[in-house]
């Protein structure tokens, strides 16, 4: 069986698709990547995955709404919503330094869990949207983000793209989470 999520190897939505496979009987699942909720909703319709997890709100962050246009323009069947913990981490390419940290980039709903944090901690950093919380690590370790960059992202993701922790838990909340949705292709 093949789940569909909506983020890359990494990211909170593999952690997500790999609870939902174990609260649903499906420990065999085949994880695909896809990035966000309308590549998992299309991929879904069209038959290349059999279940899809994605994120729609977050208990600091509020409602995912990148992904409402999704919701709205497909048709699918809410198998299961469920929540799990959410600890952001800032990530940088190793021997980086704070002091060399010019930009911090993320997921437009990840860096809203940390905005005060970042405005704190941070004032003088650009801060930069990405499509994915891992993508941006992935980016970042191979190069495609400047070496002065340092993302915001989970602890698997630094450990699956070889990223250092400059600095742990930053989210505003220390209790973090984020609900998502389990679907399945509509029945007629």
């Known amino acids: 069986m093949k789940i569909g999520i909506s983020g890359t190897k990494g990211s909170f939505s593999e952690e997500a698709g790999r609870v939902y496979a174990g609260e649903t009987g499906i420990p065999d699942a085949e994880i695909v990547y896809l990035t966000d909720a309308e590549h998992v909703l299309s991929s879904l ?6 279940r899809g997890v994605f994120a729609i709100e977050n208990s600091n962050g509020g409602v995912v709404t990148e992904y409402l246009p999704a919701i709205a323009k497909h048709r699918f069947s809410i198998d299961k919503i469920f929540e799990i913990p959410v600890d952001h981490m800032l990530l940088v390419r190793p021997g980086t330094k704070a002091s060399g940290v010019t930009a ?10 940390c905005r005060m944090y970042l405005q ?6 650009e801060i930069k949207e990405y499509i994915d919380t891992a993508t941006a690590a992935k980016d970042l370790a191979d190069g495609k983000l400047p070496a002065t960059a340092a993302v915001v992202a989970s602890a698997r993701a630094g450990e699956v793209y070889d990223l250092e922790v400059l600095e742990a838990k930053i989210q505003d909340l220390k209790f973090n989470y984020t609900v998502f949705l389990g679907v399945m292709k509509l029945t007629e």
């Open 120 to 125: 704190r901690h941070w004032p003088g950093v």
């Open 45 to 50: 319709e069209a038959g290349t995955v059999d």
């Open 104 to 113: 911090i980039v993320s997921q437009k709903q990840a860096l809203r869990q």
